[in-house]
């Protein structure tokens, strides 16, 4: 075809990256509404083992070119996922969009990327040379800055099959539906014997990249929530201390209330 | 339900529903040469030079110099150039216009086009603006005495942001030489002999030189009453000079950042109280009306007509103001300068009534006017003012007074509810004499000798229905089944000139002229001739006169009232809010088809809530909009309102047909007062909020004031 | 150079030009199926909707490329279908129709949604069309259309 190249397996899409300059086209949604004069796309949208979505012991693993709408219809997704995927744009939109465009667009508002932060998910890349998993924070640097080599490309998500029971996910658009977010958090929590053995708390469309500060997040581990609530007023100053937000549509400040405002409610939520 | 209000499928469902309809933009391509505009980039200039590329066979560039005849747009005064003179006056104010086969090319030739400016300083802040478009004030009573016995004196201001149409389908021209070297000009339009007379004194023609017909029109709200008038000469002059047909639609981006939209506005208020009840009303109005005065002095003459709201004043002075500023033009949008003014006057009447300790809506209603009462003008609301019975309906519905006693009292958790009432009207038709001393109205019925009969009307169906409750009116008077009569899109060429279709005439003024054609119709029907009958307008002997220099007198024949009531849920931790209800009772007469005034009344009732609380736009230190795609310009979808009810109440007015007055504009019109109050309600802490839209951003504001 | 082959509206075609072309632009322009209507070309208002291996997509989201070997229908193909003489009757029923611009697009997306879900709730219809951008209807008439289609048209998804 003119000015792209089409895959039908891995392979076939791993030769034609490696040799010749292209971008890779997964579901188009966010590509054509820039759609650069003179690009040439590699379509890998009827790549089958893209698509799928498998479970191992440890991982629920999401193909990259699977839609969100596929997500959505699939129980072992976990639904901390499904609740961030519900609310883009929509239908026609989740129809076609796929994870792994949503992390190669490099954009903090993909609301996909941000529920991998807080799940501490992987990513596998694939090149001809081989594959690598790196940590989706290792991976997504700032805004349009991956870790993605230029004969590489992402193959699979790897979720955490447990660890994302308890919850939180808030989604501030503009509107109900079609709403690109402006603010968004997610938020997991777990316990064993009472004592905080997980939280990650991260948030979307605020900065640069997805922000989640792992080393706050340590200091309450181990800690009863009784214990960890004592330390709540000075936890929560930490992260505005270090919440150094943009602009956009909405001002820095209000990002900065309303991310204060849920990370507060998330911490009570758990008897913080 | 009497028979004319029963529904009907609609004449133009077919086509539409089918894709088949043909919209400017879906003509064929062939032998059409794309238009494309070249925009200014800075707010205000003047323009030293214009150096183009060399251009390709078949490609042209055509400006100021190409312009035939007058290079100014007719629209209510001349000032707008068609392309620019020898200064711009706003980012993107057309200098040319560049047209050829390939859009590729076109495009290309516009980026190798270069402009050299000398920068000048643009006014952009409407508070500093001081090139006054329109200056009008009137008073009655004694304001000065009033003021003075007042036990107190509130004073507030309030402002309202741009509002976008957002028709679906963006404008769109088409320009045709024919072969006898006539212009043919066709596209996305309201208002077909607006866009005559634009064009034949831009060309400097006659009138039967130039002939423009209404395409299927993808939505207009106001938005294509004046533009198409501007954009259609523009293809024009193209046409003329590359003697082949133009076609510009604009893109999304170019529609929202560039074409005319709500004028933002500012108003002022000074209220004297005297034993509880409003004595006077001091207040003044200002309009941002962008770089050049388009639509500016008739959407602020009916903004300050109705600046009293719904009440009894006998103390009135309005003063108002249309500036100019170096931002794109503000233009013509369902409500036309009343939305803002209402917006104002109703968050006034219960800022007051919470100082005063009472019921807002109890406050409201013991200022209500009522028939026979004066109104701002000194004219006359010569039929019943239903709208005590309305408040009760849409009590009934939203459970309004429980509600709003109950979200009264201080409220915990993260999740707080308001509900809000607003009370408006809307004066039907044109503002004052305009349509006995400017419009003028005729039309015509073409009875064909096989029974048939054809309506000529320059009126354009935009989705509000015509094509099908004007072949209503005239099916019922000659009792004819609806599929021998029929309305098309106006050609100026075969068409009489029966007004443009704005101010929510059409069918109250065009569609009782019809009636009184079809009556004549009938008493002289004889079976296979081919008949022609016409009809004039004549304006209903009640009326007080009015006078604009004075603004005194009957500015409208009749009103339809609205009352609305709209109930929020906000999220103190986001700012965001979700609306649990809206309901509103809307009184347009006698519905001339119950679904299509109904489908009017849900549309325009959420447009006004969209205006309220999403639709935010605003324009950055150069004069630029920012907000001008879809992603930022927000408009509601299917979830943002689900509850949604609107009901019918009908109080005929017996000048238009069968009971029917203006019906398109009200629903939009006071919905932010009733939006903007509930959100009030749900902060509770003596908020007082006095501009609109109120966003998110901006409730989260008012919680951290709370806070502080 | 391959030509991109598809099949629209039921027959074979093969597309000649770029891989990176728009979907919208190619089906109002070459093929000159014009139901399908441009309201901003950034997968924001859903007029452009079309149906893709049965699925809702906006097509101008979609590139050429993405399309080889897919079965693409517009309102075109879909207005001979006893499913639309169903959801046209409702909407006449109602009126749902005003400018008429968002419709072929609108109705394609309750296609898609009755596929999925045959007897929606009013919730799950405001889903389905909830990225169909209407400015004249408030929507209320159009849910409704959809609604009693979907009990007129029993069996038929």
Redesign the interface.
Known sequence: MVNGYTAATLEEALNIRAEHEVVPYAGGTDLMVENRPGVTYLFLNKISELKRISVDEKYVRIGSGATFTQALEDNRVPQLMKDAVALIAAPAIRNAGTFGGNLGNGSAKADSVLIEFVADAKLRLVSLRGERIVDVDRFYLGRKKLDLRDDELIAEILLPKTGLEQYDYQKVGGRNALAISRVSFAGVFSTQDGKITNIATAFGAVADTVLRFKDLEDTLLGKTPEEAKALKAQYLKSYADRMVLTRGRVSAEYRKTVCMNLLSEFLTRFGI | MEKISQ?V??K????????????V??Y??DGVLTGKLLRSTLARARVLDVELPVLPEGYFYVDKSDVPGDNNVNIVLDDTPVFARDTVEYIGEPIGMVAGPDVAVVNRILSEIKVSYEELEPVLDLRKADTVFFNYEYEKGDLKKALAEADKVYEEEFTTGYQD??????QGMMAEPEKNGHMYVHGSMQCAYYVHGAVMRVLGCRPDEVHIFQD??????GGKEDFPSILGCQVAVAAKKANAPVRCVF??REDLEFTPKRHPSLCTYKVAVKDGKVTAMDIDVKFNGGAYTTLSAVVLQRGIICANGVYRIENLHVHGQALKTNTTPSGAYRGFGAPQTFFAVEMMMDHIARDLGVDSLKFKEAHLARQGDATSTSGKYHFPVPLPEMIEEVDRAADFRRKHLEYQKPQTG?YHKGIGMSLWFHGAGFTGSGERDFIKAVCKLHKFPDGTVEILASNGE????LRTTFPKIVAHELNLPLDKVYYNHPDTARVPDSGPTVASRSLMIVGELLRRAAIKLRSQWKDGEDQVVEEHFKEPDFMIPFYLDKFQGDAYPTYAWGVGAIEVEID?????S?ILGAYGSFDVGTPI?Y??V??Q???????GIGYAS?E?MNYDGRGRI??N????Y?????????N?K?MLHVEKYPDGPYGAKGAGELPLVGAPGAYVEAVEQALGHGAKLNHAPFT??DT??EI?KEGK | MDAIRFVLNGQEVSYEGSASDRLLDVLRNTYRTTSVKCGCKEGECGACSVLMDGVLVNSCCVAMGAVEHSSIVTMEGFRDTERYAVLDRAFAEISAVQCGFCIPGMVLAAEALLVKTPHPSDEEIREGLSGNLCRCTGYNAIVHAVSSAAKEGEGLW
Request: charged share 20%; aromatic share 6%; glycine share 16%.
């Open positions: 529904s499928v609609k133009d469902h077919e086509p539409k529903m089918s894709g088949r309809s043909v919209y933009g879906d064929p391509g149409q957002t028709y679906l389908e963006p299927v029109t993808g939505g207009g709200f893109g999304r993260r935009i989705g509000q229905g103190t931790c986001t700012g965001t979700k088809d679904n299509i109904i489908g009344m849900e549309g325009g009732f959420l447009q999403i935010q920012r907000n795609s879809f992603s930022d927000l408009i509601p979808t299917t979830k943002d309102v689900p949604l609107c998110a951003e989260l504001n951290r």
